[in-house]
């Protein structure tokens, strides 16, 4: 996925939008009701830039630089919200830490009124919060400066998922200094993985 270059999902979605062949896999992809998807970080920003392939998906903001012009490589804390995403079914209200890499993970709204779109539909999965669970803006609990604190979202149907921290970091207790010892070998994030298995069947 270009690594960690500037633009590296939008390059990536490039690839696929302007090859006729490879664009018309991915929109049939997308479409099939029997498949689901998640874009993590540059998966993240690959995919809101295909969203004119992903039903559900036409008000996904792009990903760009973040607020403080540096890449932010850290752990936050995020609050799961209700959605209708299949991975985080069983998750709504969980506050948790989560490991954060990304140089471009700042939503940016085609238009002022997506925000609201996206909020009224429940596509929001996550959102930042401080260490009193508030919903912040504020730097560095929120390393992107992403409006609302939004870091994860869905389509209607839940199939397709984005976000842009990463749970695959933090699913087992050996990928974490330090932690409950109630959480035993598996992390609560690993729940969303367990959600997909469940879904497939």
Known sequence: SYGD????????????????RVREQFERFFARPDRFALGVCNG???????????????????????????????????????????????????????AVAHGEGRIELRD????????????????????RGVVTERYPANPSGSMRGINALTTPDGRVTIMMPHPERVFRSVQWSYLPEAWGESSPWLRMFQNARVWVG
């Open 5 to 20: 270059v500037l633009g590296a999902g939008e390059g990536w979605a490039k690839t696929i939008l302007w090859n006729p």
């Open 44 to 98: 993240c920003q690959m995919f809101s830039n295909l969203r004119a392939l992903i039903p559900g998906a036409e008000n996904w903001p792009r990903f760009v630089q973040n607020r403080s012009e540096r890449f932010e490589a850290r752990v936050a804390l995020v609050e799961l919200t209700q959605s209708p995403s299949i991975l985080f079914r069983g998750m709504a209200g969980a506050r948790l830490p989560i």
């Open 112 to 131: 002022a009124g997506d925000a609201d779109a996206i909020e009224r539909a429940g596509l929001v999965c996550a959102r930042y919060v401080d260490n």
